[in-house]
């Protein structure tokens, strides 16, 4: 992961400038760990299959809580459902450029 995370964290973020790179640091942690696929629905729609675990789903689950909490434009939807786990990101048009690099990363991770 040689990616900036300034890359993906935008300036809208509330997020303490000194906490981001571990923020980026915990997302890269989780792409590498769990995703499994990332689709690129659309520019601003990503849809990323985890592993379907109940440790990898509350572990993305508080990880996403808290970054609603300081990037609010994301929307994060974790759906669990016959044996497959998938997290599914929306952005406003305006933050499709954070979305993407976002899905870089993972890809990048997953790969």
Do not use: H, Y
Not at 11 to 23: F, I, K, S
């Amino acid at each position: 992961m040689s990616a900036e995370p300034e890359l993906w964290a935008p300036q809208a973020c509330t997020l303490p400038t000194a906490e981001r790179p571990l923020r980026v640091a915990e997302f890269d942690e989780l792409f590498t760990e769990a995703v499994r696929e990332v689709r690129r629905i659309n520019a601003t729609s990503v849809s990323m299959d985890l592993t379907p675990s109940p440790e990898v789903a509350a572990r993305a689950a508080e990880l996403v809580v808290r970054e609603a909490g300081c990037c609010s434009f994301f929307t994060f939807g974790l759906i669990a459902t016959g044996g497959s786990l998938c997290l599914e990101i929306t952005v406003p048009e305006q933050n499709a450029d954070v979305l993407k690099a976002l899905a870089a990363r993972a890809e990048g991770a997953s790969a």
